[in-house]
């Protein structure tokens, strides 16, 4: 089993809807969630942390960490054109906690 | 402004070259990595380094040395025993304390072409 998963997609939604990324770990130790945006050609770009369970909410984005389902996911509302990137899920890894593991990342198209 | 700075932005290198690419911080973080990231895959771990004067192999490091002489620097050789280095090579760092990490800050990456 992959330490952390991600559905690859692509996922397209119509502009102004909510996107909605998912993405499971298999280590129950880890403390730390991210979400990471990379545009084509661009390096990744922290957009969301998130360390308890619940809801952390950020503009238009909203993260939700289930740590008892291993779950993390990011919901993007009133989707934007510009939204369109490949959206990295990391987790820290629970045995050196300075690492990230990173998912391989899913790919979103807002449609105009 | 802090942040990580990458250099070269595009890089060739001929069959049997050595090259370095650089990778320098100001953000005052102690942790730095590097990772390769093929054309539509994702991010694999090549090396990483808490301290200065220590780093730790990651899932890839066969052909790649590294050196953390600096806590601002963690230059990334390519040697002519990685046999398949043409990838997109980015730089990152991070701050931790205890067992949360607070993420990853990219540098804006070097594209390693072979010729």
């Known amino acids: 089993q992959k330490e952390v998963e991600q559905n690859s997609g692509p996922l397209s939604v119509p502009e102004g809807a909510i996107a909605s990324l998912n993405c499971t770990y298999s280590d129950r130790g880890s403390q730390s969630f991210f979400w990471y945006r990379q545009y084509s050609g661009k390096s990744p770009e922290l957009i969301m942390s998130i360390y308890s369970n619940g809801d952390k909410e950020d503009g238009r984005f909203t993260a939700q960490l289930n740590k008892a389902s291993q779950y993390v996911s990011l919901l993007i509302r009133d989707s934007q054109p510009s939204d369109s990137a490949t959206y990295l899920c990391a987790v820290n890894s629970p045995t050196s906690y300075d690492k990230v593991i990173f998912g391989p990342g899913t790919s979103l198209s807002v449609i105009p | 402004d802090g942040g990580i700075t990458q250099s070269p932005k595009y890089l060739f290198r001929k069959e049997g070259q050595n090259v370095t690419l650089s990778c320098e911080q100001n953000l005052n973080h102690d942790a730095m990595y590097w990772y390769r990231q093929d054309p539509g895959q994702g991010l694999r771990l090549i090396y990483y380094s808490q301290i200065v004067n220590d780093f730790q192999k990651g899932d890839i490091a066969e052909g790649y040395s590294v050196s953390r002489e600096k806590k601002e620097s963690f230059p990334l050789t390519v040697t002519s025993a990685q046999k398949n280095p043409t990838a997109f090579y980015l730089c990152?760092?991070?701050?931790?304390?205890?067992?949360?990490?607070?993420?990853?800050?990219f540098g804006s990456g070097t594209r390693l072409t072979v010729v």
């Open positions: 990152a760092s991070s701050s931790f304390r205890g067992r949360s990490n607070y993420g990853y800050t």
